[in-house]
C-alpha cells in the first residue's frame, strides 16, 4: 500500500489487517482486522448470527460472527468504538 494514514499504519504495526489486504487473504487463513461499526444486525432468523459492516481508512469489511464466538467476544463487539475481530 503506497499511502497510508496515520491509523491505518498502526494497525499494521499491532499485526492487524487493513480492509484494502483482505482480499489478498488465503481461504481459512486466520487474520485479526479492527475498524468502526457501521453497521450490526442480528435477524431473529439467523439463529443467533450477528452480521457486522466495518470500516477503517482502507475500505470496509463484512463479518459475519457466529454465537460461540460471541459469546466471547460480546463485550468487545458490543461496547468497544474499534472492536478487533479474527477469523
Known amino acids: 500500500i503506497p499511502r497510508l494514514h496515520i491509523g491505518t499504519k498502526i494497525l499494521v504495526q499491532q499485526g ?3 480492509a484494502i489486504d483482505l482480499l489478498s ?11 468502526l ?3 450490526r444486525q442480528r435477524p431473529g432468523t439467523a439463529s443467533g448470527v ?3 459492516t466495518i470500516e477503517d481508512e482502507t475500505g470496509v469489511a463484512n463479518i459475519v460472527i457466529w454465537p460461540k464466538v ?3 467476544a460480546r ?4 461496547y468497544c ?4 475481530r479474527s477469523r
Open 75 to 78: 463485550r468487545y463487539s458490543y
Open 25 to 35: 487473504v488465503k481461504n481459512g487463513e486466520k487474520i485479526s482486522l479492527a475498524g
Open 81 to 84: 468504538q474499534l472492536p478487533e
Open 16 to 18: 492487524l489487517i487493513p
Open 70 to 72: 460471541m459469546e466471547t
Open 50 to 52: 450477528i452480521f457486522m
Open 37 to 39: 461499526v457501521l453497521v
